[in-house]
């Protein structure tokens, strides 16, 4: 077993894995907790060639020049040097495994609006505006549970996805229907229900919002009146197969944003 599976292992690193919790507090704000170390096990697992990468990270042959690129002589200590081969390996490895490379303008009638970490998505149908927010931050997790043998070199782990906690706004002049939705975790999904997505909250209000607003739980309306939410959301574009693209799109546009921060991350350092 390689040097960066078994540092993958330690208990004190593989135990947030283990561990996931919803916070209460995250539900509020629409963004759930995940497991971030999965991102870094997934591609070690899928993309990277292990004897090599290990063989780059602690060769200690190194020229006169950084190795980083910047074409100086010894102008980097040696943490610099490793985190810039690292970096460059990554993000070849992201780069490879990326599967949209340009990110849509648009998702089933709706246009897409991108700022830093957030996206809008907006629809007119007649006099109404149709606005759906989320946020990429924090919304990557595998689809499955990783499979935990201490005999494997490598974790099985599910196939990475974005799956945003997401705002649904249905404004009509100066009043605005607001619901805030999340996907269904399988595991907990009611029987005889097939929801990819649950409504968490909802409020009415005219003009802006504010904190004075009232607003009710999902959990605690009536459930017919909950039915009856969702087939209106499906009337109005926001149906399953929807938000399931709606995932597919999260997931391409928080997988750009990594790279890009692997990118900058990697200029950082290496001066340039």
């Known amino acids: 077993m390689n040097n960066i599976i078994k540092y993958m292992l330690r208990a004190n690193v593989y135990k947030p894995l283990l561990s996931t919790v919803k916070s209460s507090a995250n539900l509020k704000n629409g963004i759930y907790l995940h497991k971030q170390l999965t991102r870094n096990l997934w591609y070690m697992c899928n993309f990277h060639n292990n004897d090599k990468f290990n063989s780059t990270l602690i060769s200690s ?10 074409g100086k002589h010894n102008l980097h200590s040696k943490a610099e040097q490793q985190l810039v ?13 990326q599967k949209v490379k340009t990110i849509p303008t648009e998702i089933d009638g709706f246009k897409a609006q ?14 109404e505006i149709i606005r759906i927010t989320f946020n990429v931050n924090h919304t990557v997790d595998t689809d499955s549970e990783p ?14 996805k974005s799956k945003p906690a997401f705002k649904v706004e249905l404004i009509n002049g100066d009043t605005t229907v607001n619901l805030l939705c999340s ?5 907990e999904q009611e029987e005889g229900y097939n929801d990819v997505f649950g409504i968490d909250e909802v409020s009415i209000y005219n003009g802006e919002w504010n904190e004075n607003v009232y607003a009710v739980s999902g959990e605690v309306i009536d459930s ?3 039915d009856l939410l969702l087939n209106y959301l499906e009337e109005k574009g926001v149906s399953n197969e929807f938000v399931e ?10 997988h750009s944003a990594y790279i890009s921060l692997l990118e900058g991350l990697s200029k950082f350092v290496s001066g340039k």
């Open 61 to 70: 042959k190194h020229s006169n020049l950084c190795n980083c690129g910047c």
């Open 224 to 226: 017919y009146l909950y």
């Open 147 to 160: 499979g935990l043998n201490p005999n494997m070199d490598k974790a099985e782990i599910g196939e990475l």
């Open 85 to 97: 081969e690292f970096l460059t390996e990554e993000i070849l490895a992201e780069r490879k495994a």
């Open 114 to 127: 991108l700022n830093g970490s957030e996206v809008t998505l907006t629809k007119k149908a007649d006099k």
């Open 183 to 187: 996907f269904v975790n399988p595991n």
């Open 245 to 254: 693209k709606l995932s597919e799109y999260s997931t391409a546009y928080e």
